[in-house]
């Protein structure tokens, strides 16, 4: 079968490398998703969405992947420095009866090492 | 500048003292949400409100209650607070719930005791 990647609670990486975020979510129906990056004592902040109809969308130096069989996430950040050290959240958004409901991922802590 | 903005920031009570937390943002959105951010649980949606005068339980609505009578405010209410509900509780708002640019508030920090 298909490999995806495991949801890990902390992930440290080199400054300048990529980091590879995954999540995996739980409802078949949700069809929106959601990046956000916590930085500490602060709110979670929006970085990048995907619907369900699409695979892949890209911003500035982050790309999100969507595999609707497996129910998965993953958040791609190019060349990753120290100011991307955060804890990030996926969330998955629902819809039909369900409609407004936001169910947020554990959150993976991305420490960047200099 | 677009915020939301949420009161107090910190906030120390007493097991059944009512209180309110209030919540406002100046986007004109019609999309809030109250979230509960516990260590290890993640952040977790209390209530959220798709427009003016509609409410909708999320997944831990005990204990909570909230109004939306106008577009702008959002509050959350604890009539009987008890040391379970001691929590980082944040306000967000957003055009529509598939708006996914979700602005939050900085977050309440409740203790009860």
């Known amino acids: 079968g298909e490999s995806v990647g495991l949801h890990l609670p902390t992930l440290s990486v080199q400054e300048g490398d990529n980091s590879i975020i995954n999540c995996a979510y739980s409802?078949?129906?949700?069809?929106?998703f959601i990046w956000y990056k916590q930085e500490s004592g602060k709110g979670p902040q929006f970085i990048i969405d995907i619907r369900s109809n699409m695979d892949k969308r890209q911003g500035q130096r982050v790309t999100v992947l969507l595999n609707k069989t497996v129910k998965h996430l993953s958040l791609q950040i190019a060349a990753t420095q120290p100011g991307d050290s955060a804890v990030y959240f996926c969330?998955?958004?629902?819809?039909?009866?369900?409609?407004?409901?936001?169910?947020f991922g554990d959150g993976t802590t991305l420490t960047v090492k200099p | 500048e677009a915020q939301v903005t949420q009161n107090p920031r910190y906030l120390i009570t007493v097991t059944g003292k009512k209180l309110t937390v209030t919540c406002s943002q100046n986007?004109?959105?019609?999309?809030m949400s109250w979230y509960r951010q516990d260590p290890g649980l993640g952040l977790r949606q209390i209530y959220y409100s798709m427009n003016v005068e509609v409410t909708d339980k999320g997944d831990v609505p005990e204990g909570y209650k909230v109004s939306r009578k106008e577009k702008r405010n959002f509050p959350l209410i604890l009539e009987s607070p008890s040391p379970n509900q001691t929590s980082l509780y944040f306000c967000a708002s957003s055009l529509g719930m598939r708006d996914g640019k979700a602005f939050f508030g900085q977050g309440t920090r409740l203790t009860v005791v």
């Open positions: 986007m004109n959105h019609e999309y």
């Open positions: 969330a998955e958004n629902m819809v039909g009866t369900n409609a407004g409901k936001s169910t």
């Open positions: 409802n078949s129906a949700s069809d929106y």
